[in-house]
Structures are given as structure tokens and as C-alpha cells.
């Protein structure tokens, strides 16, 4: 692995799970708490978008640019959203995410690298009943 975390070539690019930022989680649920919208915590200056951009910037080598990032982001809001409240692990929520910006980046003729997490070794923690989805 490079100091900026990222493995392999443009055509495998494999992204880093950056440390939890868990001052920046206190935060960022703290906003929502109070009433803050969610996809605004996400996207907004100091928000989980920003956050993630300043230590993926490498994204743009395979075309997927902040905006993409954002996109990709908000769509997974429901994850994130059960991260920032204890029911998911860090890791799991950003390994998805990189999951999901691999493919956004994957589908676009400009990025056809797939990205994919560096394996953190952690085993995944169990759902409760509260977090599973209801279909």
C-alpha cells in the first residue's frame, strides 16, 4: 500500500477504509438530531462527501469525479445513516460504499477501472432486527 492508501494501477484501483472519523461522526449525528436533513449533513462543506473526497482524491485519476462521489454518497444515505447510529461498523459502511462508487465509476465510458476496498481483515457484525430492511 502507498502512504495515500490506494493500491494497484488506474486499471485496479483499490481504495483504503481511511480510519473512522468519529469526531466528525459525534457531529454529524448530533446535526441530524437536531433536525438537520441528513442529505445535507452528507453533502455539505465539512460533511461526509467532503470528508471522504479529501482522502480519495484519487478517485479522479479513474474519472469519478467530488460530484459522482456525492452521488454515490446520498444514494447509500440509508447505510450511513444506520453507521452514524451504532448499527453499522465503519467498515462496513464504507467497504459498501467503495462497492458502490466501483460500479457507478465502472458504468461510465470515462472511468472503466473498477475500484474496490483494500480488505480490513474484520469480520462483519451480526444486524439486529431493528436494522433490517422491511420488504
Known amino acids: 500500500m502507498t502512504p495515500t492508501g490506494v493500491t494497484g494501477s488506474v486499471e485496479s484501483l483499490r481504495l483504503h477504509v481511511p480510519e473512522e472519523p468519529a469526531a466528525h ?3 454529524w449525528l ?3 438530531l437536531d433536525g ?3 442529505a445535507e449533513v452528507l453533502a455539505g462543506a465539512d460533511g461526509v462527501v467532503a470528508w471522504l473526497w479529501s ?3 484519487v478517485l479522479e485519476r479513474v474519472g469519478v ?3 459522482d462521489l456525492g452521488q454515490a454518497v446520498t444514494s447509500y444515505r440509508r447505510e450511513i445513516w444506520l453507521w452514524l447510529a451504532g448499527e453499522r461498523t465503519w467498515s462496513q459502511c464504507c467497504e459498501g460504499l467503495i462497492g458502490r462508487v466501483g460500479r457507478r465509476g465502472s458504468s461510465s465510458p470515462a472511468s472503466p477501472a473498477p475500484v ?3 480488505a480490513t481483515g474484520q469480520r462483519p457484525a451480526r444486524r439486529s ?4 430492511p422491511r420488504g
Do not use: G, Y
Not at 432486527?129 to 433490517?132: C, D, E, H, K, P
Open 36 to 38: 438537520a436533513d441528513l
Open 116 to 118: 474496490a476496498a483494500v
Open 65 to 67: 469525479h467530488q460530484q
Open 55 to 57: 482522502r480519495w482524491r
Open 129 to 132: 432486527a431493528r436494522s433490517r
Open 25 to 27: 461522526k459525534a457531529r
Open 30 to 32: 448530533a446535526a441530524v
